[in-house]
């Protein structure tokens, strides 16, 4: 799989690790339940793609980063903001294993990807990551 084609996906890392809205739109990992784990992933503009909780409300809850748009920066959080537009586009990009992406926030400067927060915490909470830190085996599986 080069690209990831618009749908409705469940997000998985490491292909036990579901991601996940939390209270207050935290974005974090956990195994697989019911609620909170199937985004819509539609392409927008110049091979970005738009990441939302799939719901039936308008405005729509867009996966972003904390202070969009202004630039970010390491370790600022990922979470679910309501907004009529995406927010936040995100680059989706093969990944180092066959199969798996790296979502990097679009746009210039340093690229920062999706990872995980390094504090020991449960559920584990999303973070922009550089570096090798930005590979993190993220897979796509079609919703059903």
Known sequence: ???VPDGTYHIKFNNDQF???????????????????T????????????????????????????GAPAAPYEGTRVRVRVSDFPPCEWKITQGAQPGTFTIVVAGG????????????????FLQLTSGSDGDRGWTFEEAK
């Open 19 to 37: 991601l996940t809205v939390g209270e207050e739109g935290a974005v974090t990992l956990l195994p697989a339940q019911d609620q909170g784990q």
């Open 109 to 124: 400067g340093e690229p920062l990807a999706i990872g995980i927060a390094p504090i020991p915490i449960f559920p584990p």
């Open 39 to 66: 985004f819509e992933v539609r392409r927008t503009r110049e091979d970005n793609y738009a990441i939302s909780k799939s719901s039936r409300i308008w405005p729509s809850p867009f996966v972003c980063y904390d």
């Open 1 to 3: 799989m080069g690209s």
